[in-house]
């Protein structure tokens, strides 16, 4: 299929859009990350032991803000995006997750994967991700190693402190 210079361009911007998100995530960019959304964003994450389940720009930044805090260390990497054109204005998207999320506050480490599914629209000439949900591929979780030691720790600066954060509950369901 040959594509279009405006489709190439639609998907490259659909691309850094999806980067951004993570490495917004990962500094704790909040700014950054609410810019990425639209405003009746939903949000639907299904990990080993919990269910997430956003609708709205408000409950997204309030979700991830508090599930990115100061005494945790994450990484996320998308791979492979698999990206259609649905109309003039809308897309979606297929990602590999790799990610490592590290809590000081449970002394664990999580090592996973997840398969994303992502639906975007232009909205004012930008793109933006509308739906964003993902199920785990593997996920598995150990107390972390203390044989070495943490020497950058970006969160930890600009994460939200224990005296910051809200009560999320609402948006969680453990199982």
Not at 29 to 47: C, H, K, P, S
Not at 88 to 116: K, M, N, Q
Not at 119 to 144: L, N, S
Request: charge should be negative.
């Amino acid at each position: 299929m040959a594509y279009t210079l405006q489709q190439l361009s639609d998907f490259e911007d659909i691309r850094t859009l999806k980067h951004r998100y993570f490495r917004g995530i990962d500094t704790a960019d909040w700014a950054l990350v609410r810019g990425l959304f639209t405003d009746d964003v939903t949000v639907e994450y299904r990990g080993g032991g919990y269910k997430v389940k956003c609708n709205g720009i408000e409950e997204t930044m309030l979700m991830l803000a508090n599930a990115f805090p100061s005494d945790a260390l994450a990484m996320h990497l998308g791979h492979m995006p698999e990206i259609t054109l649905t109309g003039d204005d809308t897309a979606e998207g297929i990602w590999y997750l790799e990610d490592v999320f590290i809590s000081l506050e449970r002394d664990d480490h999580t090592h996973g994967t997840a398969i994303y599914r992502d639906r975007y629209r232009r909205e004012d000439g930008q793109w933006k991700i509308a739906h964003t949900e993902y199920d785990r591929v593997m996920e598995v979780v150990y107390p972390r190693d203390k044989s070495g030691h943490i020497s950058v720790h970006l969160l930890a600066r600009k994460g939200l402190k224990p005296e910051e954060r809200s009560d999320i509950s609402h948006l969680l369901e453990w199982g």
